[in-house]
């Protein structure tokens, strides 16, 4: 069997764009295939206070070709939240029929040092919640999950 042969086409997308939301950033890069050529890659922008947020562009893999900037963003961090501080993306997975894609929600506590927890937003209704915080098992942060189905089990891994 031979082993494919890959390309590497270096950047592909830079972030260009007004937004106050996504200013500069296009990290963590996450491909949903749309069909054809073409995948919806979710990535995490930042503002100007250096908190991120998600958006996607659409991209051709033939053309080589961004055929979408969305430049908006489909989730953006919440004062008060488990994400106030920003949102930096893991993976996607589907259950019941409903796409997600896993994060870890960034907080800056005053005077104290940064911590993660890990969440979800529902790519459909946009809806985030919390997946798992920090614990007596995990008790300092938490970060980027990746959630698999196994059988009729969900797993996931995060550090």
């Excluded at 659409?58 to 994400?83: L, R, W």
């Excluded at 927890?117 to 209704?125: A, F, P, S």
């Amino acid at each position: 069997m031979s082993e494919p042969i890959w390309t590497k086409l270096g950047m592909v997308y830079k972030v260009n764009n007004n937004h106050p939301n996504l200013l500069t950033h296009a990290s963590n890069p996450l491909a949903d295939f749309l069909g054809g050529d073409v995948y919806r890659i979710y990535y995490s922008g930042r503002d100007c206070n250096n908190r991120s947020s998600i958006s996607y562009v659409d991209y051709d893999i033939v053309k080589n070709k961004i055929i979408n900037d969305y430049k908006q963003p489909i989730v953006t961090p919440k004062e008060n939240t488990f994400y106030a501080a920003g949102i930096t993306i893991g993976n996607m997975w589907e259950e019941s029929g409903n796409k997600y894609i896993g994060f870890m929600g960034w907080q800056q506590p005053a005077g104290e040092h940064w911590r993660g927890d890990i969440g979800k937003v529902n790519l459909g209704t946009r809806d985030v919640s919390l997946v798992l915080g920090v614990n007596p098992e995990d008790k300092i942060s938490l970060s980027y999950p990746h959630v698999i189905k196994d059988e009729n089990i969900y797993k996931m891994w995060y550090g």
